[in-house]
């Protein structure tokens, strides 16, 4: 069965500082999704990873996928306050059946 | 021109009343989904369809009924509400293998 772990699982950082909030997944899976969720808000869809190696950039944030080692990180560079949300990266099954498991979500507080 | 609509966005009931969700999307995608959201943001897959055939249907009381009358629509009914089915309900839609859109999320409380 799909697992799916993130840490930090809380992270709070001064604005202008970096950090890598990281994302494990327990089997093969070639699509990982970054998300970001506002406080009482629904999802909005940050990142589309679809092959290993694969990176996207967005302003200060950056995502990248290695499949092998079941790995997804996404970086954030230069935090700033408007950053501060809760992120969560979603694992397709490779099944077939069109299954997004998410992670635990990394609740990100940046402090002016 | 909303992509993914829940109606309501709010919903206070009481124990073992019955009660429904309602799910649009206007994107044309062919798959849609419920996910529960807990308090500790836990967010759980509930049910999915592909273009109204019903393919994932996780570990969920039967008490919770999903019924999608059209590629557009995915609807939940809730039957005896109980305490712990208070939570933010997701409805999302996605094109197959791509990103899923989400609905802004129905609260339900259960007093």
């Known amino acids: 069965e799909l697992k799916v772990e993130q840490n930090p699982l809380f992270l709070s950082m001064q604005e202008g500082k970096n950090y890598t909030i990281y994302c494990n997944y327990s089997?093969?899976?070639?699509?990982l999704y970054w998300y970001r969720q506002d406080p009482g808000k629904s999802l909005e869809s940050l990142f589309v990873?679809?092959?290993?190696?694969a990176v996207k950039q967005e302003g200060r944030l950056m995502a990248s996928l290695d499949t092998k080692a079941r790995l997804s990180t996404l970086h954030i560079t230069a935090a700033v306050h408007d950053l501060s949300a809760t992120y969560f990266c979603?694992?397709?099954?490779?099944?077939?059946?069109?299954?997004?498991?998410f992670g635990t979500g990394t609740r990100l507080k940046v402090l002016a | 021109d909303t992509a993914v609509s829940q109606t309501p966005k709010y919903l206070v009931t009481q124990m073992g009343n019955d009660k429904s969700i309602k799910c649009e999307q206007n994107?044309?995608?062919?798959?849609m989904y419920w996910y529960k959201q807990d308090s500790k943001k836990f967010l759980k897959i509930m049910f999915s369809?592909?273009?109204?055939?019903?393919?994932i249907n996780e570990t969920v009381p039967n008490r919770f009924s999903p019924k999608s009358p059209d590629k557009a629509h995915l609807n939940l009914h809730i039957n005896s509400l109980e305490l712990g089915d208070s939570a933010v309900y997701f409805c999302?839609?996605?094109?197959?293998?791509?990103?899923?859109?989400f609905g802004q999320g129905t609260r339900l409380t259960v007093v």
């Open positions: 990873l679809l092959s290993n190696g």
């Open positions: 369809y592909n273009n109204k055939e019903l393919i």
């Open positions: 999302a839609s996605s094109p197959s293998g791509q990103a899923a859109f």
């Open positions: 089997t093969t899976s070639d699509r």
């Open positions: 994107l044309g995608h062919d798959t």
């Open positions: 979603a694992v397709a099954d490779s099944s077939g059946t069109y299954k997004y498991i």
